[in-house]
């Protein structure tokens, strides 16, 4: 099945095997792929003592808009401008959610 606007991954980047391979996103906790102008349904995870602080990759099939926070608003600054076709990751804190908005 194609992508059709925005997926979401959430997780933590690296991995607990500090000495091993340092993937860019380790563990994943959730994915999701929201309406335009939706906010995810989940929320960014706790940080972890073990894996660090959360991390949301964005990959989309058109340019989109892509705001972060408590309650996201895409067509409002601060927002982010995820390239198509591109994978993108960004720092979140805990409770953080995501909403987007065609370019």
């Known amino acids: ?29 959730w994915s999701e792929a929201p309406a335009s102008g939706a906010a995810t349904t989940n929320v960014a995870p706790a940080i972890s003592d073990v894996f660090g602080q959360p991390v949301f990759r964005f990959r989309s099939s058109a340019d989109v808009y892509v705001s972060i926070g408590p309650t996201p608003n895409a067509a409002a600054s601060p927002r982010i ?23």
Request: hydrophobic share 40%; net charge neutral.
């Open 1 to 29: 099945m194609a992508l059709n606007g925005l997926h979401v991954t959430a997780g933590y980047a690296g991995s607990y095997r500090r000495d091993k391979s340092q993937p860019i996103l380790g563990k994943i906790i």
């Open 81 to 103: 401008l995820v390239p198509a076709g591109t994978d993108y990751d960004v720092f979140a804190e805990p409770g953080d959610k995501v909403a987007w908005s065609a370019a």
